[in-house]
């Protein structure tokens, strides 16, 4: 079974600086989806970033960056010029890829804090 | 226009109870899952339809959790016989096509307690 290890429970970054999460993962299968979702205090879960395993480049979506290792099955997720807006629950999950795959693994998250 | 949206918002029950969580996607989406989100844990998957057809319950945890899409749009999770370990965060997410790997939309999900 595919598994989703977030080792950081919780991380604090100044406002304007640069933070990185990290999130490891377990699987055989070449083929998948790598997401990073945010949970805001009591406010819906939204997609930060995605990236494919079969792209090596490494998705970027403003300010949001992925480091991804497939070799390594790591996919850290480094958040530059953090605003106070970043604080939230950050989940990194899993998907195999394929026609009939629909479970989305996730970690337990990490929380982010930011200090002003 | 809105996203996805599910009530009741806070649900409390009495051991025992049966309970129906709606959920309301966004118009258009085929794809529908539902989750369920222990207190300080990530969101644990427990079924997923594409229109109305339920192709994977493969996570809802007992025979006492139920679920339906008989439109294609709106879906309902039913929990029989409640049990306290049944207290969790149940999210909906909804996603434009079918298939797990497309963004998902999450709800704001029904904080279930059972007492």
């Known amino acids: 079974a595919q598994t989703v290890t977030q080792s950081q429970p919780e991380m604090s970054v100044q406002e304007a600086e640069t933070v990185t999460l990290s999130c490891t993962y377990d699987?055989?299968?070449?083929?998948?989806?790598l997401f990073w979702y945010k949970q805001p205090p009591s406010r819906q879960m939204i997609l930060v970033i995605r990236?494919?395993?079969?792209?090596?480049q490494n998705a970027t979506e403003n300010r949001f960056s992925v480091n991804f290792q497939k070799a390594a099955k790591s996919f850290s997720l480094k958040i530059s010029d953090s605003q106070l807006g970043d604080a939230a629950m950050y989940f990194c999950?899993?998907?195999?890829?394929?026609?009939?795959?629909?479970?989305?693994?996730f970690g337990k998250g990490t929380l982010l804090t930011v200090n002003p | 226009g809105a996203g996805v949206s599910q009530s009741p918002r806070y649900k409390v029950a009495k051991r025992g109870q049966d309970v129906a969580l709606r959920c309301d996607p966004i118009?258009?989406?085929?794809?529908l899952f539902w989750y369920q989100q222990a207190l300080g844990q990530g969101p644990e998957f427990l079924t997923y339809?594409?229109?109305?057809?339920?192709?994977?319950k493969s996570g809802l945890p007992s025979d006492r959790f139920f679920a339906e899409r008989p439109e294609g749009s709106v879906s309902t999770l039913k929990i029989q016989r409640t049990q306290q370990e049944d207290s969790a965060v149940y999210l909906c997410?909804?996603?434009?096509?079918?298939?797990?790997?497309?963004?998902?939309?999450f709800g704001p999900g029904t904080r279930l307690l059972v007492l």
């Open positions: 118009s258009g989406h085929v794809s």
């Open positions: 990236q494919e395993a079969y792209k090596q």
């Open positions: 699987t055989s299968e070449s083929d998948y989806y």
């Open positions: 999950a899993y998907i195999r890829g394929g026609g009939s795959n629909y479970k989305l693994t």
């Open positions: 339809f594409q229109n109305e057809a339920q192709l994977d």
């Open positions: 997410a909804s996603s434009l096509l079918g298939g797990g790997w497309g963004t998902q939309y």
